[in-house]
């Protein structure tokens, strides 16, 4: 049997995520961390295992609460605003099955609206009915399935996850099964901030929490603060190419070309990203080194096809260099992709 897991607070989206997989659990634990609105009578429509838990401003313990509520042979934790869609249901139903792993992550699909965001795919096309909310996504691998058993605890105040401790006992199976998150459409800088602080107080001097802390700081736009965070990140970890890569997008963003070509460059030698070479392409293009500006763009397409940004950029630099056909046809692939760019002409 898998349980479901769920905390929320305000979430009245919880009855879409409950419809979505009731199909396929046999209990649905709810921990309501201290709604204010109808969130507790919407989930009550699906079960009485409704709990409260006092919020301290730390994800994991509420969520590990939730978990010692259950009493499946599986957990399937998700978030309220999060799907499951239909046609994979029977994918996860088929998981319960596997004697060789006690954990299954799954793809969460961030979807997302706008233009110039980070490493986006475009939902146009796509096969999931659920894409049609946004214009694009940016997918994360995250374990969502694991077996109920005492040691598998999330850890982590704010970017929670049970991997780690899963990890010390057994093995994860990387599954395509995609989870449709609907949170960042609508997502304020509040919210973020929220999340910056709380991060704050359980910093444990680690490169990753300090990673994370930067990654939110620059989403708010707080870049200076924002580089002491990947300065200290960077201390203890000089090899985390992702911390190279966010500095990098910073010093770019802020005109500090030099220096953000020695840390686009040190994210190069130690990982394989497609921002990495798409933050190189507009850095080479403001260089007017446009060769190595579309040699960088074409990098970036070879590991994501479906970026708007991306061929907009190549628009740009094909224009540079006078090459108006293959600018037009990089242009309208980019408006393709994101209707977003529509009102841009070369």
Known sequence: MISLCIIAKNNQEIERCIESVKN?????????????DNTKEIAGKFTTKIFDFKWNNN???????ALNKATGDWILALDADETITEQDLEKIKQLENNKEFIGFSFIQRNYINGIGLFSSISCKDDEYKESAAARSFQPRRIVRMFKNDSRIKFEGAVH????????????VLDTNIPIHHFGMLSRSHERTKMYIEIEKNNLTDNFFQYYQIA???HEIEEMNEAVKYLNKSLNLNDKFYLSWLELGIIFLKSGMLEESLEALK???KLGEHEMIYFNLGVLYGKLKNFQLSLDYFKKALLLNQKNADTYFNLAITYANINNQEESKKALEKA??????????EL
Not at 59 to 65: D, G, L, T, V, W
Request: glycine fraction near 8%.
């Open 24 to 36: 396929i659990v046999g209990e649905i634990i709810i921990v309501d961390t201290g709604s204010s």
């Open 59 to 65: 994800f994991s313990e509420a969520k590990n609460f």
């Open 160 to 171: 929670d996850s049970v991997e780690p401790s899963i990890l010390k006992i057994g093995k």
């Open 215 to 217: 990654a939110q700081l």
């Open 266 to 268: 040190k994210a190069e």
């Open 335 to 344: 408006k393709y992709l994101n209707q977003g760019y529509e009102k841009f």
